[in-house]
């Protein structure tokens, strides 16, 4: 039970995640880097996911 979860906590991240760098990328004058970062974490949300799901 505790892996389920976990497994939801990491999806709602990832889905804030994602919301927050296409709000970034609309934002006039954000930083690339700061995007790149929150892609990156956002990838690594979803490659934990997919781990713990097979």
């Known amino acids: ?8 906590t990491l999806k709602k991240k990832h889905r804030e995640m994602s919301e927050a760098v296409e709000s970034a990328q609309r934002a006039p004058g ?6 790149a970062t929150m892609k990156k974490e956002k ?3 979803k490659e934990e ?3 713990l799901s097979s």
């Open 1 to 8: 039970m505790a892996l389920n979860a976990h497994l939801e």
């Open 30 to 35: 954000i930083d690339d880097l700061e995007v």
């Open 43 to 45: 990838l690594r949300l």
């Open 49 to 51: 996911i997919m781990r």
